[in-house]
Each structure stands twice: as structure tokens, then as C-alpha cells.
């Protein structure tokens, strides 16, 4: 495993219904704040057209010249 790979936080499991309510509320208003901020490349990102899936081949778009 490389340092990496760990996780950047580590969640909790044993949490009550109520906490762990306010632990989503609190992750959607980071979410929120993180939106508001960068919402500009959000739009570009979503506009830019998807590359095509590895190992997608295509007909020849004319015939072979032989």
C-alpha cells in the first residue's frame, strides 16, 4: 500500500442516528461551499465532451485507397 492509497479521513461507525445526521449535514455543506467555489469548472467539465472508452474502435470513415 502506498501512503496514497490510505484514505484522507477515517469514519466513524458507531454513530447514533442523530449524529450521524448532523455528520451528512455537515459533509453536504462542504459539498455546498465546494460547489459555490468552484462551480465555473464544474460547468466546463460538464460541457467538455467524454473521451471515448479505451479500446473503442471505429469504422474507417472512407474505403481503403486498394
Known amino acids: 500500500m502506498e501512503p496514497n492509497d490510505l484514505p ?5 461507525t458507531d454513530l ?9 449535514d ?7 461551499g465546494l460547489e459555490r467555489l468552484y462551480v465555473g ?9 467524454k473521451p471515448p472508452p479505451l479500446g473503442t474502435t471505429y469504422p ?6 486498394f
Open 8 to 12: 484522507i479521513v477515517c469514519l466513524p
Open 16 to 24: 447514533s442516528g442523530e449524529e450521524a445526521a448532523r455528520l451528512i
Open 26 to 32: 455537515f459533509l453536504n455543506q462542504i459539498t455546498e
Open 41 to 49: 469548472q464544474l460547468i466546463q467539465r460538464r460541457e467538455r465532451p
Open 60 to 65: 474507417p470513415t472512407c474505403d481503403p485507397p
